[in-house]
C-alpha cells in the first residue's frame, strides 16, 4: 500500500503525465491510464467534444490531438481525496493558446477518468473581477461616445451596414447563453427569434408550466438567480428572468424576426441568412451560424385519419393555452410524459373530465424522491453548503464518461423503485405502463438519448392511479371523428378537446428546413448517444451527436438543451467560435462519420 | 498582559455582558466598557438608530432599552482578531423578538465600540436558501392560480381594492432597495413615481454622467452585479438594471405617477395619500408613509435678477441634457461640485467655451487616489477576496461611530494631500479654492454633513488646472443679461448657456410640499449629523437626522442616501415597519428634541 497523501498521489502522477507528454511520447502517457480508462476532453486539446474510451484511443488521441496542443503546467487545484479505492482532484493546465480546468480520478495510482476543458485563450480573457472594465473613461476624451450612445451605434449598424460573426437561430434559453458568452469574448453575434419578446418561448406554454429542474440546475452564466429564487420557477417568471438577462447583458436581441433561409458559400467562406425582422426582408452574412432552435423546436403532430373533421379543439401541447374554459368539457390528451401529464393534472383540477392515452411505457420520478437520490449530491442548498456550486457541479457531472453513466444511474433507479414501492404499486393497479429506461438507468439517461419518455411527477401521477384522469393504455389512436377518438381496439372517446402531447422533432429537423436536405443529410442526426436503445440507434459514439461542436457542415453549429447544457456547453462553443475569428489553429480531432442521414 | 487569545477575551467579554444584562444589572454592564466608549444600536435594542456615547449615556440606554430587550445568547462569530492594541471580533445575540449581528471592539479588556444591528424577526425570517419557496404547489389544487394569475390579481388590487400597508414616495434607488424588502417581508407597498419607468431619474440627467463610486460600494439588496460589471456605472446602465430589478423582485412599482398630498389622520391611524396615476386621481390609504424621494429631490434653483430676460438655454444641472449642439457656444456653469465639474468637462469635449463659476472652496478628491486611500479596505475587489464582502463592509462601516469617524479621516486625507500634492499646486495656481473639510476630515463627512462640496475628479480638475475650463471663483453671480452674466465685481461674461449646478434642497422639503409647513417643522431637518460645522449647524445629533429611523410625526418616515446607504439602511427600516405590521413591540428609544426647522 502506497503512504502517501491522495494530495501526493495527484500532484506525482500530474508531474509524470507532464514529463511523459513534455518528451513527446504517447505511449508512456498513455501508460499512466489503467486499460479501461477515459479521457474526455472538452475542446483543450481536440477542439471538440469527445472521450477516448480505453488505453489504445487514449493513446491515440495523445499522440493526435495532445502532443501537437503543447501542455505545460499540469499541477493539482487545491487538496486531492480518496475514498472507496478512487483518489481524486481538481486539476489545472495549459496548452500553447488556453488555460484549462480538469479533474483526474485515479485507481491504484494510474487515471481512470480525466476531464480536460478549456477555460479561456490566452490573450483573450473575459474582463472580470480584478480586470473589470472601468466603465467610464477618466481624463479628458474630445469625442467621447457614452455608453448609451455607443449601445445605440451597435443596435442601429450591427446586421445593417456591419455583419455579425455569428448569428444563432432561436433565442430561448440556449441562444441567450451562447449569446451572453460571445458578448463577454467581443464576438460581435445576433440572436434572431421569431417571438417579439426574449422569454416569449416560455410565455407561450401552458399556464401551469413550472421548470421540473430545480434553481441550482438552471442558473444562467455570469448572473446567477438571488437566493430566495423558487425552487422550481414557474415559466412566466423564469420568462421574465431572460427578458431581463439579455437586457443587462446587452445582447444584440432580434426579436420578431423569423429566419427563412441560409446557404453557406464555400468560397468566400460566409453564410447568407434570410431573415424577415418585423415583417421586413433582411440579410444577414455572418461567419458562423448557430441553430439553437431548440430540443423543442419543431412539434411532433402526428398525422390522424379524421383529424380535420374534430369539431372541438385540437392542438399539440406547445399550442395549448391551459385549461381555462374546458370546465365540464371531455379531454383526451395523448402522451405521457411531462406535458401530458401537467396538461393532464391542469384540466382536471379545473374540472374538465380528462383522459390520458398512454401510447408506450413511460419512466415516472417523483420529484422529491429525484431531487433527492439523483440531483441533491450536485445541485442543492446543501451541495452548496458542502462548497459544490453550480460551476462545479458542472464539471463533476461532466467528469463521468457517458459510457460509464448507466452503471452509476441503475442502482439509483433501483433505491428509487424501492423507496416508492407503494406509490409505483398503485400506478402499476391503474394501467399505467411503467419503466426505467431499456438498461434500467434512469431519467437523465432517457434524455440523453432521446429527450422524451419521461415524467417527473408533482402530484398528476396521483390522479391517475386514482383514476381522476382516467387512463387508456397500450392502444393507439386510429382516427378521430367530430366527436371523438376511436381507437385501435375499437373502442371510442368522446370528446371536446384533444391534446397531442406528442413531443417534438430532432433539432436537426431545422436544417432541412432553413439550409437544404443535402446538408441536413451530410450533418446527419443530432442529439443522442448511439447508445442502441429505443429511439437512439447505434453505433456508440460517447458523446451527443453534433451538439456544442464541429459538423460535417462547415461553420454550423448545433448549441442548446437544457439550462443546465445552455450554460455549461455554451461556455465550449463560444470559445471555439472565438478561436475562430481570432485566426488561432483549431485543428479538429476525432471527427466520426455520419451513421444516421437527418 | 493578557495571556488570552483575542477569541478567548472577545468570548469572555460578551459572557460577561450576558450575565450582567440577565442580572439586570445596567450598572455592571456599563462598568465593562471603558469611559470614551461608543454603543451603536441599528433597530435591536432601541427601535432607532442612535448611539449612545460614554459610559453614562451608554448605562441609561442599557437600562431603557437593552435590559426591556431580554437580550441573550451573546457569542463571538467565528474568530477574534487583535492589531494595534485593539481586539476585535463579529458577534451575534438575541434579543425577546429578534435575531442581531454586530460588532466589538476591546481595548484593554473593556469595550470601545459595540455594534448592534437587527437582522430578523424570529416567526418574520425571510424565506431564503435552505427556506425559499418551492415555486410549485406540488400535489393536487383545483382552483390554484399560476405565479403569474396572482401577481396579476395583486396588481389589478393593491392600491385599487385593497389597501397597501405602505407608500414609498419617490422610486429611485432608495425606494427600490426598500421596496424589495418589504417584498421580502410580505409587507405589502406601493412605490410611487413621477417618472414612467425605473431608472428615469438617472437616464434623464446629463449624458456623461457615470457613478462616482464604485461598483462594491453599489450593490442592490439580494441581487448583486455580475462579476463583470463595470467599476462605475453608467447612467444609462445603472438604470436598466433598476429596471429590471423591479421586475425581476416584483416590486409594485407605479410608474407615471404624481404624489399630491399626504395627510395623517390621527384618529384612525392610516395616510391619506393623494396620487394621479397616468393622469387619473387616485387615494391610497396606507399606515406608514415613506420619503424616498432623494437626496437630490428638489432642484436649488438660485433666483437670480434677471433670469428671465437670458435669451440663451439656461437651467438647473438636473435639466441639462448634455453638451450635444453647444459646440462653439459659450457656457458659464455656476457650481463645483461633482455635477459642476462633469458638465464642464463634457461641454469642453464637445469644443464649447466654458467657465466655470466656483462660488465657495470645494473638496477635490481625485478618483483613483481616493479608492485607494478610502474604499480599498472595504469596497474593492481586493477587499472580497480578503473577505470582506459588502455585507461586512457595511456592518464595518456601521461600527465607526461618527464621533470618531474625523479623527479616522483626517490622516488619510493628509496622506492625500501628500501624495496628490503636485496636482493641488496646479489646481490652486489656477485659482480653484480646495478645502478639506471644516476639520480637514474629508469627502464622506461632508457628505453626511451636508451632502455637497466635492468633486470625485475624474479628469475635469486637469481642464480646470490647463485653463481650458476657464475659472471665475470667489466671486458671485450678481446679475443675467440677456447675453450675459454679470458678476459681484462688475465682470461680465458673454453666455450662450448657464447651466446652475448649484445642488438639491434638504429632502423634507418635500414634507412641507406634500403634508404641511407644521409637520415639515415639527419633523424638523433632514440629514446632517449637528456637526456645527458648514451647513450641519448643532447641537451635536451622532446620528443622521431622521433617516431610516422613527420621526416626530407618526408613520412619517425619511430613506435615501446613496446606493450604500439605501442598500444597509433599508434593512432596518424595513424590520421597522415588518414589526409594527405584525403588532410587535416597538418601543422607541433615545428620540431627541427637534433642534431645527424644517
Redesign the interface.
Given at each position: 500500500m502506497s503512504e502517501k497523501t491522495p494530495t501526493q498521489q495527484v500532484s506525482e502522477w500530474l508531474a509524470a503525465l507532464g514529463r511523459a507528454l513534455e518528451r513527446g511520447d504517447a505511449a508512456g502517457a498513455a501508460a499512466l491510464f489503467v486499460d479501461d480508462s477515459y479521457w474526455r476532453d472538452l475542446v483543450s486539446f481536440t477542439w471538440n467534444i469527445t472521450t477516448a474510451e480505453g488505453n489504445a484511443k487514449l493513446r491515440q488521441m495523445i499522440e493526435y490531438a495532445v502532443l501537437p496542443s503543447k501542455s505545460s503546467a499540469w499541477r493539482l487545484d487545491g487538496k486531492a481525496s480518496e475514498a472507496g479505492g478512487v483518489t481524486e482532484g481538481w486539476i489545472r493546465f495549459e496548452t500553447g493558446v488556453a488555460r484549462g480546468y480538469g479533474h483526474l480520478r485515479l485507481i491504484g495510482g494510474k487515471a481512470w477518468t480525466l476531464l480536460t476543458t478549456m477555460t479561456e485563450l490566452r490573450g483573450y480573457e473575459?474582463?472580470?473581477?480584478?480586470t473589470?472594465?472601468?466603465?467610464?473613461e477618466?481624463?479628458?476624451?474630445?469625442?467621447?461616445k457614452?455608453?448609451?450612445?455607443q449601445?445605440r451605434q451597435e443596435e442601429a449598424e450591427l446586421g445593417v451596414t456591419t455583419q455579425p460573426y455569428v448569428v444563432i437561430v432561436g433565442g430561448g434559453q440556449g441562444g441567450i447563453a451562447l449569446g451572453a458568452r460571445l458578448r463577454?469574448l467581443n464576438v460581435p453575434a445576433i440572436i434572431v427569434e421569431k417571438n417579439e419578446r426574449p422569454g416569449d418561448s416560455w410565455r407561450k406554454r401552458y399556464?401551469?408550466l413550472?421548470?421540473h429542474d430545480p434553481?441550482w440546475y438552471d442558473h444562467l452564466p455570469?448572473?446567477q438567480f438571488?437566493?430566495?429564487?423558487?425552487?422550481?420557477?414557474?415559466k412566466?417568471?423564469i420568462a421574465?428572468?431572460l427578458?431581463?438577462y439579455v437586457?443587462?447583458m446587452e445582447l444584440n436581441y432580434w426579436g420578431s424576426t423569423e429566419c427563412k433561409t441560409a446557404s453557406f458559400d464555400e468560397v468566400k467562406k460566409e453564410w447568407t441568412v434570410e431573415v424577415v425582422r418585423n415583417g421586413q426582408p433582411m440579410t444577414l452574412r455572418p461567419r458562423h451560424l448557430v441553430l439553437a432552435t431548440g430540443m423543442s423546436g419543431v412539434p411532433n403532430l402526428p398525422s390522424v385519419p379524421g383529424m380535420e373533421t374534430f369539431k372541438g379543439d385540437l392542438h399539440h401541447s406547445s399550442k395549448h393555452p391551459g385549461p381555462d374554459g374546458y370546465k365540464g368539457k371531455k379531454a383526451v390528451v395523448i402522451g405521457s410524459g411531462n406535458s401530458g401529464h401537467d396538461i393532464c393534472?391542469a384540466l382536471?383540477?379545473?374540472?374538465a373530465d380528462v383522459t390520458m392515452v398512454q401510447r408506450s411505457s413511460t419512466l415516472v420520478a417523483r420529484?422529491?424522491t429525484l431531487m433527492d437520490l439523483v440531483l441533491a449530491g450536485m445541485y442543492s442548498?446543501a451541495a452548496?453548503t458542502a462548497g459544490v456550486t453550480t460551476d462545479k457541479a458542472d464539471l463533476i457531472f461532466a467528469s463521468l464518461p457517458y459510457k460509464v453513466l448507466p452503471s452509476l444511474q441503475v442502482p439509483v433507479y433501483e433505491e428509487m423503485k424501492k423507496r416508492d414501492a407503494e406509490f409505483y404499486a398503485r400506478l402499476a393497479k391503474a394501467g399505467f405502463k411503467l419503466d426505467f429506461g431499456d438498461d434500467r438507468s434512469g431519467l437523465f439517461l432517457k434524455y440523453l438519448r432521446r429527450g422524451s419518455g419521461y415524467y417527473i411527477d408533482?402530484?398528476?401521477s396521483?390522479?391517475v392511479a386514482d383514476g381522476?384522469i382516467k387512463l387508456k393504455s397500450g392502444v393507439g389512436v386510429e382516427r378521430i371523428k367530430e366527436h371523438s377518438v376511436v381507437f385501435a381496439d375499437g373502442s371510442e372517446l368522446p370528446a371536446d378537446l384533444i391534446v397531442f402531447a406528442t413531443g417534438y422533432r430532432s433539432m436537426n429537423g431545422w436544417v432541412a428546413r432553413l439550409i437544404s436536405k443535402e446538408v441536413a443529410d451530410k450533418v446527419g442526426k443530432c442529439w443522442g448517444l448511439g447508445s442502441d436503445t429505443g429511439n437512439d440507434p447505434g453505433p456508440w459514439e460517447g458523446e451527443l451527436r453534433n451538439m456544442w461542436k464541429p459538423t460535417h457542415q462547415e461553420a454550423l453549429w448545433f448549441h442548446g438543451g437544457n439550462l443546465h447544457q445552455s450554460r455549461h456547453y455554451s461556455q465550449f462553443l463560444s470559445l471555439q467560435l472565438k478561436a475562430r475569428m481570432e485566426g488561432i489553429s483549431t485543428p479538429v480531432y476525432g471527427m466520426g462519420p455520419v451513421h444516421h442521414l437527418a
Amino acid at each position: 500500500m502506497s503512504e502517501k497523501t491522495p494530495t501526493q498521489q495527484v500532484s506525482e502522477w500530474l508531474a509524470a503525465l507532464g514529463r511523459a507528454l513534455e518528451r513527446g511520447d504517447a505511449a508512456g502517457a498513455a501508460a499512466l491510464f489503467v486499460d479501461d480508462s477515459y479521457w474526455r476532453d472538452l475542446v483543450s486539446f481536440t477542439w471538440n467534444i469527445t472521450t477516448a474510451e480505453g488505453n489504445a484511443k487514449l493513446r491515440q488521441m495523445i499522440e493526435y490531438a495532445v502532443l501537437p496542443s503543447k501542455s505545460s503546467a499540469w499541477r493539482l487545484d487545491g487538496k486531492a481525496s480518496e475514498a472507496g479505492g478512487v483518489t481524486e482532484g481538481w486539476i489545472r493546465f495549459e496548452t500553447g493558446v488556453a488555460r484549462g480546468y480538469g479533474h483526474l480520478r485515479l485507481i491504484g495510482g494510474k487515471a481512470w477518468t480525466l476531464l480536460t476543458t478549456m477555460t479561456e485563450l490566452r490573450g483573450y480573457e473575459e474582463h472580470t473581477g480584478p480586470t473589470r472594465d472601468k466603465g467610464v473613461e477618466h481624463g479628458v476624451h474630445p469625442g467621447r461616445k457614452t455608453w448609451l450612445e455607443q449601445r445605440r451605434q451597435e443596435e442601429a449598424e450591427l446586421g445593417v451596414t456591419t455583419q455579425p460573426y455569428v448569428v444563432i437561430v432561436g433565442g430561448g434559453q440556449g441562444g441567450i447563453a451562447l449569446g451572453a458568452r460571445l458578448r463577454r469574448l467581443n464576438v460581435p453575434a445576433i440572436i434572431v427569434e421569431k417571438n417579439e419578446r426574449p422569454g416569449d418561448s416560455w410565455r407561450k406554454r401552458y399556464k401551469s408550466l413550472c421548470l421540473h429542474d430545480p434553481v441550482w440546475y438552471d442558473h444562467l452564466p455570469y448572473l446567477q438567480f438571488p437566493e430566495h429564487w423558487p425552487v422550481f420557477s414557474p415559466k412566466d417568471k423564469i420568462a421574465d428572468w431572460l427578458e431581463m438577462y439579455v437586457k443587462v447583458m446587452e445582447l444584440n436581441y432580434w426579436g420578431s424576426t423569423e429566419c427563412k433561409t441560409a446557404s453557406f458559400d464555400e468560397v468566400k467562406k460566409e453564410w447568407t441568412v434570410e431573415v424577415v425582422r418585423n415583417g421586413q426582408p433582411m440579410t444577414l452574412r455572418p461567419r458562423h451560424l448557430v441553430l439553437a432552435t431548440g430540443m423543442s423546436g419543431v412539434p411532433n403532430l402526428p398525422s390522424v385519419p379524421g383529424m380535420e373533421t374534430f369539431k372541438g379543439d385540437l392542438h399539440h401541447s406547445s399550442k395549448h393555452p391551459g385549461p381555462d374554459g374546458y370546465k365540464g368539457k371531455k379531454a383526451v390528451v395523448i402522451g405521457s410524459g411531462n406535458s401530458g401529464h401537467d396538461i393532464c393534472a391542469a384540466l382536471w383540477e379545473e374540472g374538465a373530465d380528462v383522459t390520458m392515452v398512454q401510447r408506450s411505457s413511460t419512466l415516472v420520478a417523483r420529484s422529491d424522491t429525484l431531487m433527492d437520490l439523483v440531483l441533491a449530491g450536485m445541485y442543492s442548498e446543501a451541495a452548496l453548503t458542502a462548497g459544490v456550486t453550480t460551476d462545479k457541479a458542472d464539471l463533476i457531472f461532466a467528469s463521468l464518461p457517458y459510457k460509464v453513466l448507466p452503471s452509476l444511474q441503475v442502482p439509483v433507479y433501483e433505491e428509487m423503485k424501492k423507496r416508492d414501492a407503494e406509490f409505483y404499486a398503485r400506478l402499476a393497479k391503474a394501467g399505467f405502463k411503467l419503466d426505467f429506461g431499456d438498461d434500467r438507468s434512469g431519467l437523465f439517461l432517457k434524455y440523453l438519448r432521446r429527450g422524451s419518455g419521461y415524467y417527473i411527477d408533482v402530484g398528476a401521477s396521483d390522479l391517475v392511479a386514482d383514476g381522476k384522469i382516467k387512463l387508456k393504455s397500450g392502444v393507439g389512436v386510429e382516427r378521430i371523428k367530430e366527436h371523438s377518438v376511436v381507437f385501435a381496439d375499437g373502442s371510442e372517446l368522446p370528446a371536446d378537446l384533444i391534446v397531442f402531447a406528442t413531443g417534438y422533432r430532432s433539432m436537426n429537423g431545422w436544417v432541412a428546413r432553413l439550409i437544404s436536405k443535402e446538408v441536413a443529410d451530410k450533418v446527419g442526426k443530432c442529439w443522442g448517444l448511439g447508445s442502441d436503445t429505443g429511439n437512439d440507434p447505434g453505433p456508440w459514439e460517447g458523446e451527443l451527436r453534433n451538439m456544442w461542436k464541429p459538423t460535417h457542415q462547415e461553420a454550423l453549429w448545433f448549441h442548446g438543451g437544457n439550462l443546465h447544457q445552455s450554460r455549461h456547453y455554451s461556455q465550449f462553443l463560444s470559445l471555439q467560435l472565438k478561436a475562430r475569428m481570432e485566426g488561432i489553429s483549431t485543428p479538429v480531432y476525432g471527427m466520426g462519420p455520419v451513421h444516421h442521414l437527418a
